[in-house]
């Protein structure tokens, strides 16, 4: 029983990580990509307007830091769960 209710939790960390990664995902991608963009373009980032800029270049920026970011959480969640690889 104790390692089916240490797997249930280890599941239940690594869905939450993920709707985390998510959300982030979505709100960088269409939120501040297409619905944002109108609003964000009153701001200037590099010469650009940012509504433009996060479409063309600030989303894919987030994505490589969320890949990073979720590898070592999700490496943090192994070690607390006891699943890492060896």
Do not use: C
Not at 30 to 54: C, K, T
């Amino acid at each position: 029983m104790k390692d089916d209710s240490n797997a249930r939790a280890y599941w239940s960390a690594t869905l939450g990580l993920l709707t985390k990664v998510l959300v982030i995902w979505f709100v960088v991608s269409y939120g501040f990509g297409i619905l944002f963009a109108g609003a964000l373009n009153n701001i200037s980032f590099g010469g650009a307007p940012l509504g433009f800029w996060f479409a063309q270049q600030g989303s894919i920026y987030v994505f490589i830091a969320l890949i990073f970011w979720y590898a070592k959480k999700m490496g943090d969640i192994d070690r607390k769960f006891g699943m890492q690889e060896d």
